[in-house]
């Protein structure tokens, strides 16, 4: 296991909390497709058609887009003819 940054363990008994690296944070989500932001936040929301069930969503601060996370990362290339 990698140590902790003094900066980050300082952080975290100050405000008595942990801090995690989210997937925005790191960088693997592709920006939106609609504003080409990366003000993005990944939240776990219910499913349209089974509110019982939960998944992990993006969504889009700027223009308020949102999807599953792997329908997020999805995109086609209309030049090429592919849907």
Excluded at 28 to 42: D, G, I, R, T
Aim: glycine letters at 4%.
């Amino acid at each position: 296991m990698s140590e902790i940054p003094e900066t980050q363990r300082a952080f975290e008994q100050k405000y008595n909390c942990t801090m995690t690296i989210t997937r925005v944070e790191s960088g693997m989500l592709l920006h939106c497709p609609f504003c080409a932001q990366s003000n993005l936040v990944v939240q776990s929301l219910p499913m349209a058609l089974d509110e019982n069930q939960k998944k992990d969503h993006v969504l889009c601060n700027t223009c308020g887009a949102s999807a599953p996370t792997e329908s997020w990362q999805e995109r086609h290339s209309y030049d090429k003819g592919t849907l």
